[in-house]
């Protein structure tokens, strides 16, 4: 890939301006970044202008930067041509690779013949969509790049990457790297006028890895949720909202031995209350334990908030009418033991529940 992406024809012109190279967490990506600036750095239309940029300084300078310096000081020859600083890298050539955060305001008319983007998924801010437009390969140099590093992103939020995955999707395969597959039986690589894109599934075994791809799945499953394991090991789109439970957990806390409370119930429940008045629900939860320890859900209530004519159309609820007056029906037929409840809302009712006589304790959010 990189032997075709950086490969100048007979006139010295490299073949693409925009590179994407995409494919699942941990698999070298940015490594591969740092890289291909000291590669440009050396020898490339010297002296020339380079940026290492992430979404924070912090980023930029950890990550890639960080790579790009650690391969400088390992190599002997490269430690005699060039000085490292905090923030940028000088060479003897006269070029210079500065590192940068993607709400940097001081690119602005700057000559560079290289970017690199690590994980441009991040990068949803105006000032992020500011700088991606302000570097844009200038046409003052024979060739002027940027070279994007970076697993999926959040559908509808990652826009950048957003419209760079599309140039994939309706790109052409590349002939002379046909033979690499994304894992998921197509053409990884794909070029679409002056931009090329390498999107991969599925993460293939180098000699970074300490275990094989296989096991180093198998835990990241087990410790993420559906969403998040998607996005950044099979390199998928995912909605930025993600379900905090999913179905299989979810049906896996069913058992058809929980009886729900029903009247004339004598069950003691503690209740634990959550409440909202105008933009979100507010709920009632009732749990009871059994004889071998077990906590079972045994009652649940929800209410909505309605548009109010007192408030313009705006939906709010009566907290008072509706949790309020719950609990205290609860509490007068005998199935209340506590009300474990979030004071931010409920802190005046709560003090007219507790005149009545109901267990009522703060559990602050």
């Known amino acids: ?85 905090t923030k940028d890298i000088l060479l003897d050539n006269g070029t210079v690779i500065q590192a940068i955060s993607s709400d940097y305001a001081g690119a602005a008319g700057s000559r560079h013949g290289y970017t690199g983007w690590d994980e441009l998924w991040a990068y949803s801010t105006e000032a992020a969509h500011r700088l991606w437009d302000e570097m844009t390969p200038v046409p003052t140099r024979k060739n002027s790049v940027r070279f994007v590093a970076t697993y999926a992103g959040y559908e509808g939020e990652s826009t950048l990457l957003e419209s760079l995955y599309r140039q994939w999707v309706g790109g052409d395969p590349v002939p002379e790297l046909a033979h690499i597959d994304n894992g998921r039986g197509a053409a990884a690589c794909r070029s679409n006028g002056r931009t090329f894109v390498y999107w991969d599934h599925e993460l293939k075994a180098h000699p ?16 993420l949720r559906p969403a998040a394991f998607a996005r950044l090991h099979l390199n998928e789109w995912v909605s930025s909202i993600s379900a905090f439970v999913s179905k299989e957990q979810w049906s896996a806390c069913y058992s058809p031995l929980v009886i729900p409370l029903t009247l004339d119930d004598g069950r003691k429940m503690v209740l634990g209350a959550d409440a909202s008045t105008s933009r979100d629900h507010t709920a009632l939860v009732g749990t ?4 071998d320890g077990s906590a079972h859900v045994v009652y649940c209530k929800v209410w909505t908030p309605k548009k109010s004519v007192l408030r313009r159309g705006k939906p ?39 005149k009545e006589g109901v267990n009522m304790i703060e559990f602050p959010q």
């Open 1 to 85: 890939i990189l032997r075709h992406v950086f490969t100048p024809d007979e006139d010295g012109r490299l073949p693409y301006e925009t590179i994407v190279y995409s494919c699942p967490k941990k698999s070298g990506k940015t490594t591969l970044e740092a890289l291909t600036a000291l590669y440009v750095a050396l020898f490339f239309e010297p002296p020339n202008e380079l940026y290492s940029i992430a979404n924070t300084l912090e980023q930029s300078r950890s990550r890639s930067f960080a790579d790009l310096c650690a391969s400088i000081r390992h190599n002997p020859i490269l430690r005699s041509k060039t000085r490292i600083r």
């Open 208 to 223: 970074g890895l300490s275990i094989s791809p296989q096991d180093y799945h198998e835990q990241q499953r087990l410790d």
């Open 288 to 291: 009871v334990r059994d004889k």
């Open 316 to 354: 709010t609820i009566d907290l008072s009418a509706t949790i309020g007056a719950e609990i205290k029906r609860l509490h007068d037929s005998g199935n209340v033991s506590a009300v474990v409840f979030d004071p931010y809302q409920l802190h005046s009712i709560a003090i007219d529940l507790q």
